[in-house]
């Protein structure tokens, strides 16, 4: 089915719009996966924040002219399928996670922050742990050294504490003996 003028011009601002707000944009190619596995790929992306689109090349390489993604227009041949995110490295994880169990879908590159990313890139770029992660493990990190002064200190509080305490009830345990 072949698009009308207004068609494509729509198709291209919808996936410049896309571009604009996105940080990564994975490629990969898509041939012989059935049905089933894109629709299960589709709403895993779709609950991730990831937008993935099939689209004419040629329209693919003209929404991102001009952006970030300009760098990957010469690997946009074949059939390929396009996934935007917003989030640094959510397009990255779910078409790298879908890759390691279906291996029709063939991570071809991307682009992060104005460069272009090979295979192996994608690859490392999906490997970095989410936002929520890293912050979660900074706060550890900023709270460790604080609970290590609080264990030694509860330690000696305890050790000081523990040693009065003997010696205040070996007192009336002595006095009632006399």
């Given at each position: ?5 207004s ?5 291209i ?29 589709r709403?895993?992306?779709r ?18 002219a ?6 990957v227009?010469d690997?946009m ?6 996934g935007?995110?917003?989030d ?15 291996d ?8 992060f ?25 900074l ?13 030694v ?11 009065a305490?003997?010696?205040a009830?070996?007192a ?7």
């Open positions: 089915m072949s698009l009308n003028r068609e494509k011009q729509a198709v601002e919808e996936v410049t719009g896309l571009a604009a707000k996105a940080q990564t944009l994975v490629i990969a190619e898509y041939r012989g996966i059935t049905v089933a596995d894109m629709t299960k790929l709403n895993d992306a609950s991730k924040g990831v937008n993935l689109s099939v689209l004419k090349n040629t329209l693919a390489r003209r929404a991102v001009g952006s970030q993604f300009e760098v227009g690997q041949t074949g059939p390929l399928i396009y935007f995110s917003v640094a490295v959510a397009a990255a994880k779910v078409v790298a996670d879908f890759a390691k169990t279906n029709k879908l063939v991570i071809r590159g991307g682009a922050a104005g460069k272009a990313l090979d295979v192996n890139g994608v690859k490392q770029l999906a490997n970095i742990p989410s936002k929520e992660v890293l912050l979660a493990q706060c550890g990190l900023l709270m460790s050294p604080i609970s290590r002064t609080a264990v200190l509860g330690a000696l509080a305890a050790k000081k504490g523990g040693g305490e003997a010696t009830d070996a009336p345990a002595e006095a009632a003996a006399a």
